[in-house]
């Protein structure tokens, strides 16, 4: 299967620290998105590229949140001095073309628990 | 993008088709009406979309209204495996998807 990668699938971490996540998108993709999920909610856009191109931000990306995508291949997401309120699974998706009609395809996410 | 408008929840037996409505009375004529599920535990996965006509592929079916400012995804014969939030999202740009809450779609045997 050759879908879209996560890892670590599941991190735990004390308050204060730093967590990277790692993201493989489908071959040849060149759209890539994060996304966050709180429990009870659907997932909450946080910031795509286009190859390495980082094209929009959300709000909900704050400073301490960093995302980068070097060579327009997998991409990682930082997040600096981790807060309780930083625990939500973190979805990376991907998609080819920039349609409206393309498809999005979603990995299965990385779980993050601050404690 | 447009707003979408879905039920909480929804409840069905095993084996018997379900529909779940989704309301977009603001869409506008570029927007694409896509459908995504969710399992627990698991990242979103695609079931659906159109635009215009009604589509059908292997996990569904989806109805657009005629004057599209509602739509309908019809899973067939609804399975344990169905059981899942279904998110319909209104797409017209490139751009990323925008989640609502959803329908929780629970299915009983």
């Known amino acids: 299967d050759t879908g879209v990668s996560q890892d670590p699938r599941h991190k735990i971490t004390k308050r204060g620290q730093n967590v990277t996540f790692r993201c493989d998108p489908i071959?040849?993709?060149?759209?890539l998105y994060w996304y966050r999920q709180t429990l009870g909610q659907g997932p909450e856009f946080l910031t795509y590229f286009q190859n390495e191109a980082q094209l929009e931000k959300s709000r909900l990306l704050s400073d301490r949140f960093s995302a980068e995508r070097p060579k327009g291949s997998f991409s990682t997401l930082e997040i600096q001095r981790t807060e309780q309120g930083d625990s939500a699974m973190y979805l990376c998706a991907s998609s080819s073309g920039d349609s409206s009609g393309n498809t999005i395809y979603f990995g299965e996410g990385s779980w993050l628990t601050v404690v | 993008d447009a707003k979408t408008t879905q039920p909480n929840s929804m409840e069905s037996n095993e084996e018997e088709p379900v529909h779940l409505p989704c309301n977009h009375s603001?869409?506008?004529?570029?927007?694409?009406i896509h459908w995504y599920r969710q399992l627990p535990s698991q990242g979103p996965e695609y079931v659906i979309h159109g635009l215009t006509s009604n589509v059908n592929n292997r996990m569904a079916s989806l109805a657009i209204a005629e004057d599209r400012k509602s739509s309908t995804l019809i899973l067939h014969r609804a399975t344990l495996r169905d059981a899942a939030v279904y998110y319909c999202i209104l797409r017209n740009s490139g751009y990323a998807l925008n989640f609502g809450k959803g329908t929780s779609l629970l299915v009983t045997p």
């Open positions: 071959s040849e993709h060149n759209r």
């Open positions: 603001t869409i506008s004529g570029t927007d694409y």
